[in-house]
């Protein structure tokens, strides 16, 4: 981290402190007799939600296994809210409750009883500390969400003791979320917030005003934050599917309860559905951008039903800086933003100008993506540039890191600029025979000297992927004498197996052969997919390596050949 980005992150660490000892303070004692009170006799209404769990994740729960975010923890006798957690991810998952969407998935009365003894359990060792994981204001909307979606299940043969419980417990969280709502950190967390008030709101019984104005703050959370390309702010693909899956259900309560739906809450899922199709696959899955890790199939197709637009996604969503080339099955999805503003780019990743190319149902070129929370050291590597389609220079990232251990665990490391412009221009080969788009970045010339220029035309035919990167020095001479090597990688699915042929390299996948070609000699080395569900999984990249001073430019392609 340079002198020039050090108060960038001075201002965010101050801005973090204010925020974390605000919320320290509204939890203290006097606050606390706030959230105090009667609680309602029953649910106005229990949501519907499209989320599905599995039912051997709910028999492992039973049997004392619980694994949340990569770690795995056994109880024996007492309980999962006695022992000390193995991390804050694990902790975090764990007080989120989502995986009760596993114990609904089994859909017996074991799992319904299963299930209510562990929400007794947290009732009784975690609900009245008002502080920690467990009340961090992200985690606490995503438990107060998970419970509501899944009441019958919790209270469909309950005593009347836990039912009383239960709705005491529910009334005193909502009333401690909505004092810290505006607490939360920007981006995601707030308008998880906003969504688990404003569910809330529906089915407590509630004055309809009460309704009326948590729907109205969650519509103009959502005009903050969904951008008018239909992309969240944080530049990152699955959040999208994971904001509409908790969106969709308050539309429908909303509509259920004869309530008013705020045009802020219609217009973000009329621009987020084709937003999202824009960011998938022929084969269903999310492109791996800004920390997209493996995407949830059955989500994915609940959302698509609600998804009415009919043709081909937008090449270009502007706002959110993707481009999307689509022709005859073959899809290309590149980043051409800068990296999204500081304080939201926490999970971002240094990808700018990597693309991703698949073919039907076959995946070719991908990035690495994003593990699964809680491991560290795989999330960083996974964000720099290398983990990415593109090119890197002198083996750094084109966005830096703040990168430092005792910030990383209070800021989350977040980037500091690196682009701060990306030049694109859109290109309409000769008889419209191709579609494609050249972009310039700039996140190299600060410290190395060199703008990086790419450019991808898709042959309409869907057969041929062309590609040119450039890299152009620039007056600044500062760090030059460390840019003596630049590599462009294209790292490939695992589904992908390669043979060279000379100097082209063959790609078989799903019954299809496509040959990658280029001008300067490539090898082909060990990658790693992290967006898998089983964990990383091993594959390959093709690498190219150069002297950005004696070669500016490289030119190659993927050509199908059957």
């Known amino acids: 981290m340079s002198l020039a980005d050090k108060p960038q992150i001075a201002v965010l660490t101050i801005q973090e402190a204010w925020r974390r000892l605000r919320r320290r303070l509204r939890n203290g004692p006097i606050h606390r007799l706030r959230f105090a009170g009667t609680a309602p006799d029953r649910l106005a209404v229990v949501p519907p939600t499209l989320f599905q769990g599995d039912s ?10 619980f694994l949340l975010a990569g770690r795995l923890v056994e109880v024996g006798r007492g309980s999962i809210f006695q022992v000390l957690p193995p991390s804050l991810e694990f902790a975090a998952e764990l007080h989120g409750f989502s995986w009760l969407s596993h114990h609904a998935a089994a859909a017996d009365a074991l799992a319904a009883q299963n299930a209510r003894a562990l929400v007794s359990d947290w009732l009784r060792f975690s609900a009245h500390r008002l502080g920690g994981a467990a009340f961090e204001p992200e985690v606490a909307a995503r438990r107060l969400i998970s419970w509501l979606s899944h009441a019958d299940l919790l209270l469909g043969s309950a005593d009347y003791d836990f039912y009383r419980r239960f709705l005491k417990s529910l009334t005193i969280q909502t009333r401690y979320l909505r004092s810290i709502a505006q607490e939360a950190p920007v981006g995601m967390p707030r308008l998880t917030v906003r969504m688990a008030l404003a569910l809330v709101a ?55 309860q004869g309530q008013p739906v705020p045009k802020g809450i219609y217009s973000a899922i009329d621009r987020m559905l084709p937003a999202l199709r824009f ?72 990808g700018t100008l990597a693309f991703e190319l698949s073919s039907v149902t076959a995946r070719i070129v991908v990035n690495c993506g994003s593990p699964q929370p809680g491991q560290v050291a795989l999330k960083r590597l996974s964000r720099s540039t ?10 750094r990232s084109s966005s830096r890191f703040a990168g430092q251990p005792h910030l990383d665990r209070f800021l989350g490391s977040p980037l500091v600029p690196g ?25 190299y010339d600060r410290d190395l000297g060199y703008l990086h220029t790419r450019r991808l035309e898709l042959e309409n035919d869907g057969w041929t992927l062309s590609g040119l990167d ?15 090597e630049a590599a462009l990688r294209f790292h490939l699915h695992p589904q992908v ?46 690498v ?15 050509e199908r050949v059957s």
Not at 421 to 439: K, M, S
């Open 56 to 65: 051997f994740v709910a028999e492992a729960i039973y049997g004392g296994r």
């Open 202 to 256: 529906l089915c407590l019984p509630a004055p309809t005003n009460r309704i009326r104005v948590a729907a109205q703050q969650l519509a103009d959370e959502l005009d903050r934050q969904i951008l008018p390309d239909g992309g969240h702010v944080s530049r990152n693909p699955a959040a999208l599917a994971t904001i509409l899956g908790d969106l969709l259900p308050i539309r429908e309560t909303l509509l259920g």
């Open 279 to 350: 960011f998938r696959h022929a084969d269903g899955t999310l492109a791996l951008f800004n920390g997209t890790g493996c995407s949830d199939m059955q989500l994915m197709a609940a959302l698509m039903r609600f998804d009415e637009t009919l043709g081909e996604p937008l090449s270009n969503a502007r706002h959110s800086g993707y481009h999307r080339l689509s022709t005859s099955g073959t899809v290309v999805i590149a980043d051409t933003g800068c990296p999204p503003p500081v304080g939201l780019s926490r999970n971002a990743h240094a």
């Open 386 to 395: 290398a983990a990415h389609s593109t090119v890197t220079i002198g083996d």
């Open 419 to 443: 682009p701060t412009n990306v030049q694109l221009d859109e290109i309409v080969g000769e008889g419209d025979r191709t579609t494609g788009f050249e972009a310039t970045h700039d996140g």
């Open 470 to 484: 450039r890299l152009t020095p620039t007056r600044r001479p500062r760090g030059r004498e460390e840019a003596r």
């Open 497 to 542: 197996s390669v043979e060279t042929i000379g100097d082209v390299a063959r790609l078989s996948m799903r019954g299809q052969t496509w040959c990658f070609a280029v001008d300067q000699p490539f090898t082909i080395e060990d990658s790693i997919l992290f967006a898998d569900s089983s964990g990383p999984r091993r594959t390959l990249q093709i």
């Open 544 to 558: 190219v390596s150069v002297d950005p001073g004696l070669t500016p430019e490289i030119r190659w392609s993927f």
